[in-house]
């Protein structure tokens, strides 16, 4: 696996490349251990102008993915592309009272499983993506993220 790592957020308190890597291959599926793939950790500001473009969404949401799709001749492990937006990775672990270094987990793991075909449009395909994010956060020492405390 080949991950370029991009931080244009200006927040320096991020996971290490290595554990980020380390997140990403863990959430590779066989036939993608040799990917490449793109990782853009970015501000409020362009967070928000890629969920606008891209969603249509009028404001910076936590992840996007933007898988290649087919594969290319030229670069045929590409996977693509996942954007961060730091910022609202901070204010949703304050937020939402969880470890920010397992939010940023799940969010890398997320990512990676959007680029690979995994979806969560409809229940069946929600469940089949949940239940792989919480095994591999489970690997990693993490909590269920989907588990409240009043569950």
């Not at 929600?126 to 956060?137: F, Q, Y």
Request: with cysteine.
């Amino acid at each position: 696996m080949n991950m370029d790592i991009q931080n244009v957020s200006g927040i320096s308190s991020l996971p290490s490349n290595e554990t980020i890597i380390q997140w990403a291959v863990l959430a590779l599926d066989e036939k993608h251990k040799d990917a490449e793939i793109t990782l853009r950790v970015v501000d409020e500001e362009e967070g928000h102008m890629l969920n606008k473009e891209w969603r249509d969404k009028n404001s910076a949401t936590n992840v996007l993915s933007f898988p290649i799709g087919e594969p290319i001749e030229q670069a045929p492990n590409l996977l693509g592309d996942i954007v961060v937006c730091a910022p609202v990775v901070e204010k949703e672990a304050k937020t939402q009272k969880i470890d920010i270094e397992a939010h940023w987990a799940h969010l890398i793991i997320h990512g990676i499983l959007h680029l690979q075909g995994y979806d969560h449009q409809s229940d069946d395909d929600a469940n089949i993506m949940e239940s792989k994010e919480i095994i591999i956060l489970k690997k990693i020492g993490y909590a269920n993220p989907y588990e409240t405390e009043s569950n």
